[in-house]
């Protein structure tokens, strides 16, 4: 079973910083694009960053300059630093990972459970 666990959210006062983590886990062929997602309350979900496998990154336009994404292949892990936190970078953050299980037949979109991040003095 694969599965995709977040870690490394908070609270952080304005202008602080955080690095969140996610770890892919479980029977993993090949792990494509991996990205971060996040959602506020009453808005939509929205992507935040992603990181191909061999390292080309995009960024959503209020976090460019702020957040890098950045991932560890041997690790199956993805990782998103974020400085110069804003309130309005509040939400729930979620990493997902573009991937094919060992035996399957195909590529398939995997979620994380959401980490809550909090921007506050």
């Known amino acids: 079973q694969v599965q995709l666990v977040e870690s490394g959210g908070g609270l952080v006062q304005p202008g602080g910083s955080l690095r969140l983590s996610c770890a892919a886990s479980?029977?993993?062929?090949?792990?494509?694009?991996m990205g971060w997602y996040r959602q506020a309350p009453g808005r939509q979900r929205e992507l935040v960053a992603t990181?191909?496998?061999?390292?080309?990154?995009t960024y959503e336009d209020s976090v460019k300059g702020r957040f890098t994404i950045s991932r560890d292949n041997a690790k199956n892990t993805v990782y998103l630093q974020m400085n110069s936190l804003k309130p309005e970078d509040t939400a729930v953050y979620y990493c997902?990972?573009?991937?094919?299980?060992?035996?399957?037949?195909?590529?398939?979109?995997?979620w994380g459970q959401g980490t809550q991040v909090t921007v506050s003095s």
């Open positions: 990181i191909t496998s061999d390292g080309r990154t």
């Open positions: 479980g029977s993993i062929a090949s792990i494509g694009t």
């Open positions: 997902t990972g573009y991937l094919i299980p060992i035996a399957a037949i195909r590529w398939s979109d995997y």
